[in-house]
């Protein structure tokens, strides 16, 4: 019987087999979807007791022989589904999968967070649909740091508090671990740890250039991926040794992106700007003009501008805003204060980033590769037009994209285009007009003349960010 299956999906050509996944997928969804429903079902009836269980993870470790891990998960998944609404009809829908469902039900089971997370609840669905889930779960983690800053704040100490990390010979192999520390420290760990890392592709990359000429790139690299980050951290580890003076301060290695309303409320929360008027009531830091005393109250009025609440990395690691007051006085790190409209409003004294043509600042939103499904960073990615510039395509930020060197390759080698949706988003369509979307997602609207106000608003954010490159 397996094998029977097996060589009825060999025998599918390729667009086929593309298709039955999809179609399994979304059946594998409403099943999973159905299991959840069942189990809390099963749950309020204490199905369980019927052969002697005390408790439903008894029941489902029995039932379904399943681990400890998958019976809590699935008992998590049931109670979000039941008490988020609208998640299960997306889970049904096919719109959301297992993974989206997954990260919601931990959000779920903070209880600092629970009651926020009903109002908050459409959007983060919505987003969940049209986001790659890299990306999405910033949003998740941007909703959670305002719903519970308290919790974020205690957690942060923490780690900090226990900071720690282990070199040791295990067998001749060496093991490095390392935990705790604040959320930005680490970002620069990483940041540094990328750099010496492409070094060393760059270095494969020539060595085999050098070896086979035009040739070159019908051989493979002398190492793989998994060497050359071992052989980076070697580097490091020598520079650092041969460093005649220990403890100098390098050029800045992170960009910090944070909206503008974050960093007022992280102002006036440590006494550096004003939130209440000369008669007591609630103002904004920056503009003196009156708001609610609460950021997430104000959110609730508009859910979809928490889209615009940003206080994280470039490469999408979530900070605690307070790191990121005490990197900006500093001045150890690259901070870029953004608008509702994603206009930069404030570069930092590190502004030199920002100098030349809108394409190094176009990576700063961005937080990898454009196409489908790709992992790279930004850092490491071309820009280039969307509408190509044969064809008219302006350069400016609104038209440019951000792809790595083989997504760039491949655009121009199968005819690839790029639009830019209502929602903001950037998809990449097909010569046969079809758009590259994944399982269970509806299709974006895209602004045609028959929406001027679509067109009109997109060509303002343009505009707006033009203007603010220039004035840079």
Partial sequence: MF???LEGLMELPDLALDSRIREIELERRRLDTELAMAVKIADRRQLGTVDGHRTINSYLRATLNCSSTEASRLRSQARAVDEIDGLGEAWLAGRIGDSQVARLAVVNGNRRVRDRLREFAPIL???AEQLPYSEWVQCVDRF???ADVDGAHDARDDAIEH??????????????TAHGGDALTTAELIAIHQRFTEAEYQADIEARRTEFG????????ARTAGQRRFDALVTI???????QRLGTTADPLVNVVIDAETWAQVLAASGLAPTTSLNGRPIDPFTGLARPSDLLEELVGSPKSLNDRRCETTSGVTLHPHDVLRAALAGHIRRVVVDAAGVAIDMGRRRRLFEGPAREAARLLILRCEHPGCELPADL?????????TNGGQTDQHNSRIRCSTHNIDKTKHRWRSRRATNGRTYTIRPDGTIMLPVGARPPTFPTENNPEDVDQLTKLARQRATALQAA
């Fill in 3 to 5: 094998n029977d299956l």
């Fill in 125 to 127: 669905l919505d987003q």
């Fill in 144 to 146: 959670v740091a305002l």
């Fill in 163 to 176: 900071r720690d990390t282990h070199v040791n010979d295990v067998g001749g192999m060496v093991d490095i």
């Fill in 214 to 221: 035009d040739a070159a790139e019908q051989h493979p690299l």
């Fill in 237 to 243: 580890f020598r520079r650092a040794a041969s460093a």
């Fill in 381 to 389: 990615c071309n820009i280039d037009h969307a509408e190509e510039w």
